[in-house]
């Protein structure tokens, strides 16, 4: 696929975002939720930043020869490996156990080895469609290139924490409604709520506090026999959640 002009940036962006498939997404979801300092999207964005600087200071030139050195040169000095995880891990477990307490970056090892093992394949689709939408090797396009693959990269990582954010929320409500026998209940409407696109979200959670949301007959008579207290406890935690205060 090539572009033709600003129009055509927006299938840069498409192939982008399908470089980024749904397990690595959760990976990285599950990573935060431990607070793991490593942060897949912002590390390529920080490498891409790099490279754009590069560019923009004329130390590669908007060649074909050049911006493939330039991704060489940043799989030498800028990728992570395995040896360099196992290493740093290493050291970490001996620290550990001097101090007889875990960090929070070891307690997510598997995500994060698994984030570390598809990053090569990841950095190298995205100079695939660097290099495929090129037409002209100008400099203006090249930039133009990046900052599309710079701004879907920032929106990517503003959307994940978002759901990381709704999604603690959830839990940590989740477990003040089993100690009311409610956990089953939050968990249906919560996931009624989740089925509407997310921009309409909001619009349910009104439908639910009017008493208005379509559920399912067995969902929709429990929460109808609930006593009054119970059924604000509800509505009050899927305001939360969605933040439709």
Do not use: C
């Not at 001996?94 to 929070?104: A, D, I, M, P, Q």
């Amino acid at each position: 696929m090539r572009i033709d002009g600003v129009g055509g940036l927006e299938g840069v962006e498409k192939e982008v975002k399908e470089v980024f498939d749904e397990n690595f997404i959760n990976r990285i979801k599950r990573l935060k939720k431990t607070w793991n300092i490593f942060n897949p999207i912002f590390y390529l964005v920080f490498t891409r930043l790099v490279e754009v600087s590069s560019i923009i200071n004329d130390v590669v030139l908007p060649t074909d020869d050049d911006v493939k050195e330039m991704f060489r040169t940043r799989m030498e000095f800028l990728q992570l490996d395995y040896q360099t995880i196992n290493e740093t891990l290493r050291k970490i477990w001996v620290f550990e156990l001097r101090r007889g307490e875990g960090y929070k970056f070891s307690q997510s090892v598997e995500e994060l080895m698994y984030v570390v093992h598809r990053m090569k394949d990841i950095q190298e689709k995205i100079d695939s469609i660097i290099l495929s939408n090129i037409t002209k090797w100008s400099k203006e396009e090249l930039l133009n290139i990046y900052f599309v693959i710079l701004k879907t990269l920032l929106e990517m990582e503003e959307e994940v924490s978002r759901e990381v954010e709704r999604e603690i929320r959830y839990e940590t409500l989740e477990k003040v409604a089993a100690s009311m026998n409610l956990d089953k209940v939050l968990q249906a409407i919560y996931g009624l709520v989740m089925e509407y696109p997310e921009d309409k979200r909001i619009i349910a959670v009104r439908l639910l506090e009017s008493e208005s949301l379509e559920m399912p007959r067995e969902v929709g008579e429990v929460f109808s026999a609930l006593p009054k207290f119970q059924k604000q406890f509800i509505v009050s935690s899927i305001k939360s959640i969605f933040q439709a205060e």
